[in-house]
Every structure is written in structure tokens, then in C-alpha cells.
């Protein structure tokens, strides 16, 4: 928490603008992997999905 609070500092920003930014770079870096497990699930469920909308 000290890590973040002095980056936020640094950076001009608040720890929770900093957190975000940090899971939004992970999430961005997807594995492959976990991109085609997601892909199968979405194909799987596309009546699903159509019939909710």
C-alpha cells in the first residue's frame, strides 16, 4: 500500500486511479489460453446471449 500511495504521489493521481490502470494493462495482456477459453465460451453461449438481449 505504501508502494502504491508513493507512486500515486509521484504520478498525480489517486491509488485507485493507479490500481486500475494496473489491472486494466493485465487484463489488456490476456494469455492465449485464456482468450480461446473465453472465445468457446461466448460461441457456446450465442443463443443464449441473443435470446437475454
Known amino acids: ?3 502504491l500511495e ?3 504521489k509521484r504520478e498525480g493521481l489517486t491509488v485507485k486511479q493507479i490500481v486500475r490502470l494496473g489491472i486494466n ?3 489488456g495482456q490476456c494469455h492465449e489460453p485464456f482468450r480461446m477459453a473465453a472465445q468457446q465460451v ?3 453461449n450465442t443463443e443464449l446471449y441473443r435470446r437475454l438481449l
Open 1 to 3: 500500500m505504501r508502494k
Open 6 to 8: 508513493e507512486l500515486s
Open 25 to 27: 494493462a493485465f487484463v
Open 42 to 44: 461466448m460461441e457456446k
